[in-house]
């Protein structure tokens, strides 16, 4: 039986990346389609503090390996350790969600194992031997059928498309192996974290996102986004014009989300931006252009000055409370 193989990320506190588990909810419906067997890997210094977990998602294997050399991420050090695993099991597939990590680590996993690689899969079509990756160009405006013509085939997905997997699922079998680990060019220095008490972007529920309407001016859109505990998001605009840290951006280019509530203020909607957070639940849009392309993809919009409806609604929202 072939086997898709899924990379797990653990966070640098410990705690499993929560875009792992819609991996593994991908990886599930892709062995499924593909008639095939489900297993994980984690590379860890301590992969133990996250195994019961891993445990619980309904993969038929995870498989872990522990090395000081694995504390921090390498490409160099976690590339040849997941090749060398997906050779020793054969595996048909092997993914991870396209997090920073995913868009390092699999290309260069692809490489080391002469493979076919698709990248930011949005699903799966076909069944058996002829699956078929679903993926997005031209920042989504057009949508591609790829199908990889190499016994390995590598991806990574976009973890807002597929569906969380949910623990209590069984525990899978837990097997340890010892990949060498060869030494690189790189060593790990320092890792500043930008921390924010609001929810990560990625993550969050709820987005409050702000334009070049805004002139800078984020005060009334920070405000809304702490009455709704929202993460706090920006344009390429305001992040090139320095009004806003860069790790705020969603678009093409920035960060993807796909949160329940997506508020978009003052953010005219250019395909970039849209490429980064359409696939949000529900949209509301508050621009003073009727005209703007936002609007196009918004389920409410208001066209009023973003600086009269924001304070508003945050007004509305206390009460309401």
Known sequence: MS?????????????LRKATLNAVGAGKQLADKAGAE??????????????EELK??????V???????FEHYLAETYAPAIAELAKSLNASFVGAASTAQGKDLLPRVAARLQAAMATDVLGFGGSGADIVFNRPMWAGNVFAEVKLTTPVKVFTLRATEFQA????????????????????????VDFKEVKSARPELTEARVVISGGRGTK??????????DELNAAVGASRAVCDAGWVPNDLQIGQTGKVVAPQLYIAAGISGAIQHLAGMKSSKTIVAINKDPEAPIFQVADYGLVDDLFKVL???REAVHKAK
């Open 3 to 15: 086997i898709v193989l899924i990379v797990a990320e653990q966070q640098p506190d410990g705690h």
């Open 38 to 51: 489900l297993h994980l890997v984690l590379l860890s210094k301590d992969p133990s503090t996250v195994t």
């Open 56 to 61: 619980g998602l309904g993969a038929k294997v």
């Open 63 to 69: 498989h872990t390996a522990a090395a000081p050399e």
């Open 165 to 188: 997997a949910a623990g209590g699922q069984g525990a899978a079998e837990v097997k340890t192996f010892s990949p060498k680990v060869e030494g690189g060019k790189t060593k790990f």
């Open 216 to 225: 800078g001016d984020f005060k009334e859109i920070e405000a809304l986004a």
């Open 311 to 313: 304070p508003a609604l």
